[in-house]
């Protein structure tokens, strides 16, 4: 009597208790298949919108495009060529140039 | 005669209360932890860790199964198991009685944890060079105390009568 006693306090006991075998612990086993409460969410990297282009453009840079736009046109009025001007720049490091060497000679 | 019922009924009472929140507390600082960093692994000495693992199963990882039809089978087996203590706490006179209200303090620790999180939490790890015991907690403690005495104290009578 006492023997059946004990086996049906060992069987309930089994029940009572929560311990995990540490060979789970080891694995790494979560609390079921389908959780991830502790999860650390990661984020996407940061990707331009597809509408991007076709946003409106924030008033300053409305108004600086605005600004190269007219010098553009006064550019044309005036009728001077970037390109002479960089011409003569480069006659004028070449004359530079010329009287160094001039002089070091 | 009922001024001492009650008042045993409040030193019961008062234990199965102070086992189920010392077994909360060490239950929420360890969620806590879990919940700051993502898992629980730490060392505190040579013999000792705590590492979080959830337990749906019985004692020693038994019955650990995803289906909730087992859950909910194996989780009302052990409501019935509480009620058979509570109605042994009710009807014995000696010693029993305390080492019973130890063991329901435990069970109703562990019991709280299924109903709540559907599974329970288990972070003690002890281990001796590489043999690691079964991870518990509070709750097991307890039990584990509950049952020590009553083996003992059946063996005890046993001799008694013999």
């Keep these: ?105 | 005669m009922n001024k001492i019922k009650f008042k045993k009924f409040l030193i019961s009472f008062s234990i199965i209360l102070i086992i189920f929140l010392l077994d909360r507390i060490s239950k929420i600082y360890i969620l806590n932890i879990a919940e700051e960093v993502g898992q629980v692994d730490i060392n505190i000495n040579s013999f000792l860790n705590f590492y979080l693992i959830w337990n749906t199963g019985i004692g020693f990882g038994l019955f650990s199964f995803d289906q909730s039809l087992i859950y909910n089978f194996i989780t009302v087996i052990i409501i019935i198991i509480n009620l058979i203590i509570i109605y042994l706490i009710y009807k014995s006179e000696d010693i029993r009685q305390y080492f019973l209200i130890i063991l329901l303090g435990g069970s109703l620790g562990n019991l709280f944890d299924r109903l709540y999180f559907s599974a329970v939490p288990d972070f003690i790890d002890l281990n001796f060079r590489g043999y690691h015991w079964f991870i518990f907690n509070v709750s097991d403690i307890f039990i584990s105390i509950g049952i020590i005495c009553l083996i003992f104290v059946e063996l005890m009578n046993y001799k008694k009568v013999k």
């Design chain 1, 1 to 105: 009597m006492k023997f059946k006693k004990l086996i049906l306090i060992f069987i309930s006991a089994a029940f009572l208790y929560s311990c995990t075998g540490a060979t789970d612990a080891l694995q790494g086993k979560k609390r079921s298949e389908q959780s991830d409460e502790f999860l650390v969410e990661k984020k996407n990297p940061l990707e331009l919108p597809p509408d991007y282009g076709e946003l409106p453009l924030p008033v300053d840079q409305e108004q600086t495009s605005t600004d190269t736009e007219e010098d553009n046109d006064i550019k044309s009025i005036l009728d001077i060529d970037t390109k002479v001007d960089e011409n003569t720049s480069s006659q004028t490091t070449n004359s530079v140039e010329e009287l160094i060497l001039e002089k070091i000679n």
